[in-house]
């Protein structure tokens, strides 16, 4: 079956640095260190974990005895659930720990955590954090245990990138040469950076288009001029809203923060919805059959239409299937290919 | 304390330190000759061999091949005693100042209590006349409890002994009560040291906004955010006639609006930090120069953290040109030590600051090295240039000085270990890193504070 084949392909003998350990991906902190023939490998298998979701007995002992923990500092059902699910039909024992923000001091307690956890013998602990890094603070004190970054701060969420790159494959195959519009707060969005990364990679021209205070200039001027800047495909800014979507194959809508306004980013949420809200109107300049993707949850009204959120060409909904799939493959890949040493 | 238990506090009666290359920009000297220091002073430093009768007890040290200089003068480092003690004590402070051939530090006073009362300032003077080995110049407060709404009572500090005034870390924001600080401050004769941060534009940002930043996700800190403040100040300087001293200026733009400054005559002064002139943004990535030979990082590295922030490429460029042009005056260490627990945490989390006396002439070599800065100039800015800034007769080795004298090797290779420090705070991303040039002997008043010439010159 399917499952053995990408098994047997293995990891790609690659890179060095904090995610590899002996030539082999040992944590997933982010896409930045990922080849284009391992993120082929991740997508196929999750090919093979879209086969057991459906199955009528969702179950598949690959992982028994196995421990996920999941650490979240940030309230989020969804994510924390994709995960849970994920790990529970590979028949991986789960554990599920939030903490609250207020109680959340210095990262010698995030540190501290983390170790008990390594203690108690997790295999794999998947975490989510406000803070930009932390899972790379893990990543480089833990001796025994894998770390799955599920979002830090503005940085990386590199599951949900995974997530849409899947999407995007299984409805229009490759996304090389697709036009890809990210739209909306891609300052703040760890979305849209490991997306930057994720659709690079596969050779998609990405457009970011959003108010000038929430784009981030910066990133795109050094783009190719430097070694280690983001992405290595084909990017642009264009904040006309009309002439980002002309022509386009995908749009990822990103959400947007309340909190944008109150630090005086944007007047008002309602002229940001005049300017940049995806609608029907708006999504017709696309390609007839765009496909419309919102890591979720979405505030309808201010950066979708309701009619597009719910629309024909919305696939919200599979990308939270697709979401179970990917944290599947990639709890399998990490589990099952690399040696355990103890 | 390994490195105070390597330090010999001992006091020859005379010391004669002969043959090595004596580099006093004091004097405009750079000569091969004897240095010779009795009582506590020097008696001469000048081309040749010393021909006259030696002193009874004189102890000869051969320092052929190495340099000797006046004891550096550091404008900007933080002590942290009394208040923060488990980061630094003025006794370990001292002696990593020592260790770095600083014979004079200027500490800053965000201390708790902070100095901003004559007897706080008392205190240190006399902490650090009994367990410090290299002298101690406090600065006051500018404001209050460093809280920027009323004056310290400035003049008493200074008769108290300070030598400028800064609120360092929390720079004066109300324009109208630095106008006032620069105009009460003439009363002193001393100058207002002003860390150029508009908080208002920094807000929560821990990395140089830029590309960077943004890659990492982290928050940023535009470089117009001290711009704003340093084009501010420079006004009210204008305005008032007050002294204005720029503390670790870090940007290009910075010092475009110090250079023209200069040009109009005003009193304005300024410094610059080892780090800013040596790293760049990219060490936040994981980044390291080769030339500096120091071991690969990880992103996110909490030892990177520092304000104002390691910027970028082009702001290195321009504050090298502008130190080799003394458009910088000075060099300052800004030397932050903070304990393991301080920086073991989330980028976002990290206190801000590198310890960096012990390593600042190592690291400060290297713009020798890469021929961006010739030696002379070099130990200018780290002697002459800020005595003159303090106004004081230090940093020189003219007869009758004290005898604050550095003995460097410029080729001696080291691996920095920081688990040798003197200092507390091993805060510091050139941990394991190779430097070429070192101190290898620190001469406070005559007596050594620091010596390891046995190991170089086999004496």
Not at chain 1, 30 to 35: E, G, H, M, N, R
Not at chain 2, 65 to 78: I, R
Not at chain 2, 168 to 188: E, I, K
Request: net charge neutral.
């Amino acid at each position: 079956m399917q499952l053995e084949q990408a098994a047997a392909t293995g990891w790609p003998e690659q890179g060095k640095g904090l995610a590899f350990q002996e030539g082999r991906r040992r944590h997933v902190l982010d896409l930045d260190d990922f080849s284009r023939a391992e993120m082929e490998m991740v997508l196929s298998t999750t090919d093979a974990m879209r086969e057991v979701l459906g199955r009528e007995i969702k179950k598949a002992p690959t992982l028994r005895g196995k421990s996920v923990m999941t650490v979240f500092y940030e309230p989020s059902t969804r994510t924390r659930v994709s995960f849970e699910q994920a790990a529970k039909i590979l028949s991986a024992d789960v554990v599920n720990l939030s903490v609250q923000a207020s109680s959340v001091t210095k990262g010698e307690s995030l540190l501290d955590t983390l170790r008990t956890l390594e203690a108690l013998r997790a295999d794999v602990v998947v975490i989510r954090h406000p803070h930009a890094g932390a899972p790379y603070l893990l990543a480089r004190h833990l001796q025994r245990v894998s770390v799955i970054n599920a979002g830090d701060g503005a940085h990386a969420h590199p599951t949900q990138a995974l997530l849409d790159l899947y999407t995007i494959r299984q409805h229009q195959g490759s996304p090389e040469g697709a036009k890809v519009v990210i739209l909306g707060d891609v300052t703040h969005s760890r979305v849209a950076r490991s997306n930057l990364w994720g659709l690079g990679l596969m050779g998609a021209h990405v457009v970011l288009c959003g108010p000038p205070t929430l784009i981030p200039w910066e990133l795109v001027e050094e783009r190719g001029r430097r070694p280690d800047s983001i992405g290595t495909g084909h990017v642009e800014v264009e904040t006309r809203i009309e002439r980002a979507l002309d022509g386009a194959d995908v749009v990822m809508v990103l959400r947007l923060q309340h909190e944008r306004q109150e630090a005086g980013l944007l007047p008002s949420l309602r002229e940001y919805a005049r300017l940049y809200q995806l609608n029907e109107e708006r999504l017709a300049l696309a390609k007839p059959k765009a496909l419309v993707l919102h890591p979720g949850p979405m505030n309808e009204g201010v950066e979708i239409s309701p009619g597009v959120a719910h629309g024909a060409q919305s696939v919200v909904q599979e990308q939270v299937t697709n979401g179970v799939a990917i944290r599947m493959a990639l709890l399998y890949l990490l589990l099952t290919r690399h040696p355990r040493r103890e | 304390m390994v490195q105070a238990l390597m330090t010999t506090e001992e006091r020859p009666h005379a010391l004669l330190l002969r043959g090595g290359r004596i580099l006093d920009p004091s004097q405009g000297l750079d000569v091969v000759g004897d240095v010779l220091v009795q009582e506590g002073r020097v008696r001469r430093a000048a081309r040749g061999a010393w021909r006259g009768e030696l002193p009874s007890g004189c102890q000869v040290i051969d320092v052929r091949g190495l340099v000797v200089a006046p004891g550096f003068v550091d404008l900007h480092c933080h002590l942290r005693e009394p208040g923060y003690e488990a980061k630094e004590t003025i006794a370990t402070g001292t002696r990593a100042a020592a260790w770095g051939g600083f014979t004079t530090v200027c500490c800053m006073p965000n201390t708790d209590p902070p100095l901003d009362t004559a007897a706080a300032v008392a205190f240190v003077l006399e902490r650090a006349r009994q367990q410090g080995v290299v002298r101690v110049l406090p600065i006051g407060c500018v404001t209050r409890g460093r809280s920027g709404v009323q004056l310290a009572d400035m003049a008493d500090l200074a008769k108290a002994g300070v030598v400028a005034f800064s609120d360092d870390g929390d720079p004066v924001a109300d324009a109208h009560l630095m106008r006032q600080a620069f105009s009460y401050s003439r009363l002193t004769g001393l100058p207002i040291i002003n860390h150029c941060q508009d908080k208002a534009i920094t807000r929560e940002g821990v990395v140089n906004e830029g590309w960077v930043a943004s890659r990492l996700g982290l928050r940023g800190a535009p470089a117009a955010a001290e711009e704003v403040m340093v084009a501010r100040d420079i006004a009210l300087a204008a305005l008032t006639g007050g002294r204005l001293h720029l503390a670790h200026v870090s940007t290009a733009g910075s010092v475009e609006l110090l250079r023209r400054a200069k040009a109009r005559g005003l009193p304005v002064t300024a410094e610059v930090t080892p780090h800013h002139l040596m790293f760049t943004d990219e060490w936040v990535l994981g980044y390291r120069d080769e030339g500096l030979r120091a071991p690969a990082a990880f992103p996110y590295d909490t030892t990177t953290k520092v304000n104002p922030p390691l910027r970028a490429q082009g702001d290195v460029q321009a504050l090298r040109r502008a130190l080799k042009e003394g458009v910088v005056d000075a060099i300052a260490t800004d030397h932050a030590p903070h304990t393991l627990l301080d920086k073991l945490c989330t980028y976002d989390e990290a206190a801000f600051g590198i310890s960096g006396l012990e390593t600042a002439l190592g690291l400060l070599m290297g713009l020798v090295q890469q021929e961006a800065l010739d030696l002379p100039t070099l130990i200018n800015r780290l002697t002459a240039a800020p005595a003159a800034i303090l106004g004081l007769p230090l940093g020189t080795l003219k007869e009758g000085s004290p005898a604050d004298v550095v003995v460097i090797d410029p080729d001696r290779e080291w691996v920095v270990d920081v688990a040798a420090f003197a200092s507390k705070g091993r805060n510091t991303p050139l941990a394991g890193a190779t430097l070429k040039g070192k101190v290898v002997a620190t001469l406070f008043g005559g007596a050594f504070v620091h010596n390891e010439l046995a190991m170089t010159s086999g004496h």
